[in-house]
C-alpha cells in the first residue's frame, strides 16, 4: 500500500504516507477486523487497492492505470452497497469513476483542506517560562499515548490504548526525532505534534496535533508544530502539509495550521450513492 501511495504521489493526493501509517498503525488493534483491503496489481506491482472500513472506502489508483478505479469500487459496493467514499476533488481519475460508477458528491459531509508550507521560512517556535520542547524518546510511548487521549478525548473518552501508540512508533516511517511534544514544568506532556516524513517528495505530513485542554490557548500547538517543522527541515524535507477539516463545523484546527503560515489548497469530498 505504501509502496503505491509514494510512487504515485502528487500535490493532487488525497493520501500521504503518513496518513496510511497514521490511520492503519492506530486503529489496527481495535477497528483492524472489520477493514477489508484488496490489491490489484501488474506484473508484481500494486497499481490499485482499496480500504473499505468497513463502509467508507479509502482508494489510491495509479492515474496510468485510471481504468482499475471501476474495479475497485465494484468490489467496494459488493458488499458495501450504501458505502461512501473519500477522495480529493484533484483525483480527476478517481471523480471520473465514482461518476460513472453512480455515485455523487454529499455537499453536506464534513471535509478537509489540505494545506501546505514550505520550509524555507518559518517562524522560531516559542513557548511559556517552564515549558520545554523536545522530541519524543522511542521509551516515552506510556506518556506519548496519554497526551494524545487528552487532547483527543473532547467528543468522548479517546480509546487510543498504550499498546496502539506502540504500533504507531513502530511503523514506518515513523521517527521519534520528527514527533515533538511540549512538556509542562510538572513533567507531563502538554502538547503533540508528529511529522511523517515521504523522502522521496521532500513533504512531511503533520498527522496528528494535539493539546491537553488544561494548556490550551497558550500558543503550544503552534509553538510544538513550528518545532516539528524545524526538524523536518534538518531531516532534508523542503514542504509539509496538513489536512485539517475544511467545513465551519470544525474551524479551529485550520486556523491553527494557518497561524503557522500553511495555505489552503484542495479539498477532499466525500461521494455517496444515488
Ligand atoms: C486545535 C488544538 C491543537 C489547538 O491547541 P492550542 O495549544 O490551544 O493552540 P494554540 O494556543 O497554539 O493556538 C494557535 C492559534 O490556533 C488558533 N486556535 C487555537 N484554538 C482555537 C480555538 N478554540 N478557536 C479558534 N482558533 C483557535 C488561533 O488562531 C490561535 O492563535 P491565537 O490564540 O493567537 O488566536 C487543540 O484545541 C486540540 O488539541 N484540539 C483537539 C485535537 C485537534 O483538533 N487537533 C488539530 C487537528 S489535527
Request: hydrophobic share 40%; proline share 6%; glycine share 8%.
Amino acid at each position: 500500500m505504501q509502496e503505491l501511495v509514494q510512487r504515485t504521489w502528487s500535490p493532487r493526493s488525497r493520501l500521504h504516507v503518513g496518513d496510511v501509517a497514521w490511520e492503519r498503525a492506530l486503529n489496527a488493534g481495535r477497528r483492524g477486523d472489520t477493514w477489508r483491503t484488496a490489491f490489484w496489481e501488474d506484473n508484481g506491482q500494486v497499481v490499485a487497492w482499496g480500504w473499505a472500513e468497513p463502509d467508507h472506502l479509502s482508494l489510491v489508483v495509479d492515474p496510468e492505470w485510471a481504468e482499475v478505479a471501476g474495479d475497485v469500487l465494484g468490489w467496494f459496493q459488493e458488499y458495501a452497497p450504501d458505502g461512501a467514499v473519500s477522495v480529493l476533488e484533484a483525483e480527476t481519475h478517481l471523480v471520473a469513476a465514482l461518476e460513472k460508477a453512480g455515485y455523487r458528491a454529499d455537499d453536506d459531509a464534513p471535509y478537509f483542506t489540505h494545506h501546505r508550507i514550505a520550509l524555507s521560512d518559518l517562524g522560531t517556535p516559542v513557548v511559556p517560562d517552564g515549558f520545554t520542547l523536545r522530541h519524543v524518546q522511542p521509551d516515552e510511548v506510556q506518556q506519548r499515548a496519554a497526551v494524545h487521549r487528552a487532547a483527543w478525548s473532547d467528543w468522548g473518552p479517546s480509546k487510543v490504548t498504550d499498546e496502539d501508540m506502540a504500533a504507531v512508533m513502530s511503523t514506518w516511517p515513523y521517527k521519534p526525532e520528527l514527533d515533538w511534544i511540549v512538556e509542562a514544568p510538572n513533567g507531563e506532556f502538554a502538547a503533540t505534534a508528529l511529522i511523517w516524513d515521504d523522502k522521496i517528495h521532500g513533504i512531511g505530513l503533520v498527522e496528528p496535533v494535539g493539546c491537553a485542554p488544561a494548556y490550551r490557548r497558550r500558543g503550544l500547538a503552534q509553538a510544538v508544530n513550528l518545532a516539528a517543522l524545524h526538524a523536518l527541515r534538518e531531516a532534508g524535507a523542503t514542504h509539509a502539509m496538513v489536512c485539517p477539516r475544511g467545513d465551519d463545523a470544525y474551524p479551529k484546527a485550520r486556523a491553527l495550521y494557518q497561524s503557522i503560515g500553511f495555505r489552503p489548497g484542495a479539498r477532499s469530498r466525500l461521494y455517496v450513492r444515488r
